[in-house]
């Protein structure tokens, strides 16, 4: 007696089984604004805007989903940066307080605004290359072979 598994033809796949795809290669071209798939056509239209569909290879990213990670990122990296750079220079220098503000402020708000498109292009990066969320092949929040999409008809609650 044979026993044989039944799987549906559009079974999502583990993303084990798809093809590896460089990580680090993907956030190293997300970094610098390149498409992550094929390092050529530019990932953002505007500041923070992502492209929908890379112009060089046509990979789709409208349906990345960088979300609040890359802020996240750049408070952590600018704060790691000037904090320290503030208490240096206050034990070194004790300046006037409005001097420390004159500085830190813009110094704080340009690097963050230099910062955050890099990190989130490093972030869809990140997500094209390890098939998360809408860059699975059977589509945003399939990417669990065992999600089922609202069994009951609701959420509950
Ligand atoms: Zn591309």
Redesign the pocket.
């Known amino acids: 007696m044979t026993v044989e598994t039944w799987t549906p033809a559009h079974a999502p796949a583990t993303v084990d089984a798809l093809p590896k795809r460089d990580t680090w290669l993907s956030i190293r071209r997300g970094l610098t604004g ?8 530019k990932l953002f239209g505007r500041y923070l805007k992502v492209v929908d569909r ?6 789709t990213y409208s349906h990345h989903r960088a979300d609040d990670l890359p802020p996240y990122l750049t408070i952590i990296i600018v704060g790691h940066l000037v904090i320290p750079a503030v208490l240096w220079t206050e034990q070194a220098f004790s300046p006037a307080d409005w001097v420390q503000m004159a500085v830190w402020v813009p110094v704080t708000l340009i690097l963050t605004l230099l910062m955050l498109q890099p990190i989130k292009g490093g972030v869809v990066g990140l997500q094209w290359a390890n098939y998360m969320h809408g860059f699975h092949p059977s589509g945003p929040d399939d990417a669990d072979p065992t999600y089922v999409p609202n069994p009951e008809g609701s959420r509950g609650g």
Do not use: D
């Not at 390149?34 to 056509?41: A, F, L, M, T, V």
């Open positions: 390149r498409c992550p798939h094929c390092g050529e056509g890379c112009a060089a290879c046509g990979e």
